[in-house]
């Protein structure tokens, strides 16, 4: 299990106002229910309003299961973690830094003399493969990878450097790096471990993954995280980076080692700075480790942040790659990448007593709710989600959204998978691009069925839909409520997670349904924990129905079309007019098939890939993460019958993206040709 550095405990006050959000006045829990004046959660959906693209990366994980993933058709699977910053690829040896005695420990391979050929992240890899999964690999930043030796070193050797408050049992001469009295042993040497790796080494790396196993528009590695929690180096590889990083050696060395990604495989994308937690939004590395030490004052301006202006360190560091895709004309960041961890007490930890589930259920909620105070150290709203989209609108628009490590916990227990059920619901409603739970759970644990009840609750592959469509809990600490049309068969999903120990009954109701339909209904729940339920249909009648959910369950509804979609009366020509490495001009004409005048016009589309709209003529254009929407000008809103209205735009663009296949116009559908 990833170590967490929970030592970083320090109130930053400035992250609400930096980042532009303001919150509501703040809340750390519902109050105790009087039962006389009690009224149960109302759930409502409306699947014409909050429409936008979920996007599926968002159900990933860390060194999944490999018939799990199967199974789920995981989409992305992360190889990552303290043990993967200092990696020699070569070698298949990794420095396993203060997670174990700061050892280097050569992988078992069945023939060491054919490496880097069957190396453990090339079976990574093939098990990602063999899955139809993407994988995410974790490259280094911090400078060093283990020496070429394929053996065990000691990065604080007891015999080197002195007695220590713990060495390893199995090889005694490996100390923690602290003297008995728990101070750190400083001036060791980092090349009793490791040897200087820099931006040629990465580049020779992924060209060796793009020989074997094809770039990544070609079915190759298609992510590569910028290096793991950079600003705690200080404390988990100490043995080679002692001091905190600062904010420009985390710009020089993303700019060094991002641009060789770039420049050995342009389609590949990658994923930074993969800060640890809360801190990680606003402090460098540098910064974190100076007013731990310090405290006081120091907290309230850091010297590391003053020296930048006093800008945040998240919102400077994606300025920095901002200025250098105007400057290089070639954009190196294609995720703002940020770990999230429940701080409150025992939430991510085996600890499952009463309070402890109830908070972990009630802390989702730091994922988005600005009126809930986080209740630990940070005592605070966190809004980790729009937070990090509003960075990124604020710093570098365009770049995606990513947490590559969360885990709430408990998930061989049912209130563990209600809780990521929950989280993966909120994932897709507050539009974040891309996530990896970190320690997965095994596939007969109930954290494993709360991924089944979103991409395969009925075993033969029906998952959860991918257009989100508003839904609303009057309570969510009782029940929370997430919906999404499918575009495979236009079926509305709606998911209800019982946060509770006790069954809430709930009235539902479904905007724009009227007569009389059957939905039908998965559930899991403690009942029983081996398997997802197909239950009788529920009837639906003029889009209101109650229900009564089990305690610490999940349960999907899937409900028909509300109606036949109307008949086409327009037609789209999607025309790549020219293409090059990395990009494309799309010419788009949009043909009016019915008998009357369209008077102003939006065009709705989806793209299968990560085309990002650069440019664009004769319309006005907005993308949020695949959705694109282009809405007419004043001198081409009007479509007589049988005219036409043309515009196009410039894309970034790859071999293995696909044209969009499905358009609306004005919200009805489009035929195509």
């Known amino acids: 299990m990833q170590r967490r550095s929970l030592a970083l405990a320090v109130l930053i006050t400035s992250a609400l106002v930096s980042t532009g959000l303001a919150a509501s006045p703040a809340v750390s829990a519902a109050a105790p229910r009087a039962a006389a004046t009690y009224e149960p959660p109302v759930l409502s959906v409306d699947p ?65 003399s054919a490496l880097p050929d069957g190396s453990s992240t090339d079976q990574f890899i093939e098990k990602d493969r063999a899955a139809g999964s993407d994988t995410i690999i974790t490259v280094p930043l911090i400078g060093w990878v283990p020496k070429p030796e394929r053996e065990k070193l000691c990065g604080f050797s007891v015999e080197k ?50 020989d074997t196993y094809g770039d990544a528009a070609h079915g190759g590695v298609k992510f590569y995280n910028l290096d793991n929690e950079p600003d705690i180096w200080h404390e988990t590889h100490r043995d080679v980076h002692p001091k905190g990083a600062t904010y420009d050696e985390i710009r020089d060395r993303t700019y060094e080692v991002a641009a060789a990604i770039k420049a050995t495989d342009p389609a590949a994308k990658t994923l930074g700075p993969t800060g640890w937690g809360w801190n990680s939004i606003t402090l460098s590395g540098a910064d974190q480790q100076t007013c731990n030490t310090e405290g006081g004052s120091c907290w309230s301006n ?61 802390s989702t909620r ?37 947490i590559t490590e969360y885990n709430w916990g408990a998930l061989d227990k049912i209130d563990g998978a209600a809780a990521e059920a929950d989280i993966l619901g909120i994932f897709g409603r507050e539009g974040l691009d891309l996530a990896n739970l970190w320690g997965p759970p095994n596939p007969d644990d109930p954290g494993a069925y709360a991924f089944r009840m979103y991409l395969n609750y009925d075993g033969a592959g029906s998952s959860f839909g991918d257009t989100a469509v508003k839904a609303a809990s ?49 559930q899991y729940g403690q009942a029983d924990t081996t398997a997802i339920q197909h239950l009788a249909d529920q009837t639906v009648t003029n889009g209101s129905t109650a229900m009564s959910f089990p305690a610490y369950s999940i349960t999907e509804l899937v409900l028909p079309p509300a109606s036949t979609p109307p008949a086409s009366t327009c037609k789209v020509t999607y025309t790549a007019q020219s293409e090059w490495t990395g990009g494309v001009v799309v010419g788009v004409d949009i043909r009016n098939t019915g008998s009357t005048a369209l008077n102003g016009w939006q065009l709705s589309w989806t793209f299968p890939g990560d085309q990002r709209v650069s440019n664009v003529w004769n319309a006005t254009l907005t993308q949020t993460g695949q959705r694109v929407t282009a809405t007419a000008m004043d001198y081409n809103a009007r479509i007589s019958p049988g005219g036409t209205a043309s515009f196009g735009f410039q894309a970034a663009w790859t071999a293995s993206d696909r044209p969009p296949t499905a358009f609306t116009l004005n919200g009805s559908p489009c035929t195509t040709g």
């Open 474 to 522: 009057s309570d969510q600490d009782q029940l929370s409520v997430y919906a999404a049309e499918r575009s495979s068969d236009r079926n509305l999903t709606v998911m209800v997670v019982n946060k509770t120990p006790d069954a809430v009954s709930s009235p539902l109701s479904i905007a724009g349904l009227t007569g009389t339909s059957k939905a039908k209904v998965y």
């Open 302 to 362: 850091p010297p590391d942040k003053a020296a930048h202006g006093g800008v945040d360190f998240g919102a400077w560091y994606l300025q920095q790659m901002a200025a250098y895709e105007q400057d290089h004309g070639t954009r190196i960041l294609d995720y703002y990448d940020n770990h999230w961890y429940p701080q409150g007490n025992g939430v991510f930890s085996e600890s499952d007593d009463p309070d402890t589930q109830a908070l972990r259920l009630r």
């Open 366 to 402: 730091g994922l988005w709710d600005p009126t809930y105070t986080d209740e630990s150290w940070i005592g605070q709203p966190v809004m980790a989600i729009p937070r990090m989209k509003s960075l990124v609108d604020a710093n570098y628009p365009g770049t995606k959204t990513a």
């Open 48 to 112: 014409a309003a909050g429409r936008h693209s979920i996007s599926r990366d968002i159900y990933g994980m860390s060194f999944a299961d490999a018939g799990l993933a199967k199974e789920l058709k995981l989409p992305v699977d992360r190889w990552g973690g303290n043990a993967t910053t200092r990696y020699n690829y070569l070698t298949d040896t990794s420095n396993r830094a203060s997670d174990w005695y700061f050892e280097n420990i050569p992988e078992d391979v069945a023939d060491p």
């Open 161 to 210: 450097y002195g007695p220590q408050q713990s060495t390893d049992q199995w090889a005694p001469d490996c100390g923690n790096g602290l003297k008995p009295d728990g101070t750190p042993i400083t001036g060791n040497d980092p090349t009793d471990t490791s040897v200087p790796a820099g931006a040629d080494y990465v580049s020779d790396w992924v060209k060796y993954l793009d």
